[in-house]
């Protein structure tokens, strides 16, 4: 995996002087996390009516479109700027799955806010208090691994660990939500945790 430090802020530099292929590195790089952030707005305001991989394909056409638009010089930048991005793709889809046409700016700015509140859980669960400089490097790299590693895991076990720990909703609502009695969710809510520590071991 692609390390997050003087590799990706070289990458950065590039993009942002115009480099394409430098832009694609660096959008690949994040793009299990981005997916993860799709599939919680999917869940919540499109129930289900659209595919986050083609909602993150569209966020990276449109940052390969505007690249020229982004001012920030450091990663934490750069992908709020994608989340920003993913807010006004997925604002879009909702109006057209709504039937509606004119923008909705508040609709796109509270996206923005739920887009980074997802993400602050991820992190938070990630990043100790006293980091140092070299932990929090190897949080950075954790955190997308850990969002990797949701992406490849069968659906039910991805839902029910993005019900519980994203959404924070309690078993009663998680079984509610998937159709399945409180103990099966339990169950899978283990055997899911158990996939995951395999994935990304001390990570998690």
Do not use: C
């Not at 869940?43 to 001012?71: C, N």
């Not at 934490?76 to 109006?95: D, G, Q």
């Not at 069968?154 to 839902?159: C, E, I, L, S, T």
């Amino acid at each position: 995996m692609m390390r997050l430090d003087a590799t990706t802020a070289q990458l950065l530099g590039r993009a942002r002087a115009g480099d394409a292929d430098a832009l694609g590195k660096l959008t690949e790089l994040y793009r299990g996390y981005l997916t993860i952030l799709a599939r919680t707005q999917i869940g919540r305001r499109l129930q289900g009516k659209a595919d986050p991989a083609d909602l993150v394909q569209e966020t990276f056409l449109e940052a390969h479109k505007h690249i020229s638009r982004f001012r920030g010089q450091s990663e934490v930048e750069f992908l709020a700027w994608l989340r920003t991005i993913l807010a006004a793709v997925i604002s879009n889809h909702v109006r057209h799955y709504l039937g509606t046409r004119q923008r909705n700016a508040r609709l796109e700015q509270g996206l923005v806010v739920e887009l980074d509140n997802t993400s602050g859980v991820l992190q938070r669960g990630l990043m100790a208090a006293d980091s140092t400089p070299s932990r929090q490097v190897a949080n950075r790299e954790a955190l997308l691994l850990l969002a990797n590693a949701l992406e490849q895991l069968p659906d039910d076990y991805r839902q029910v660990i993005m019900l519980r720990h994203l959404e924070g909703l309690p078993f009663a609502d998680v079984a509610q939500r998937m159709d399945r009695t409180v103990a099966s969710v339990q169950n899978l809510w283990v055997r899911a945790l158990k996939r995951m520590k395999q994935s990304v071991g001390e990570s998690l």
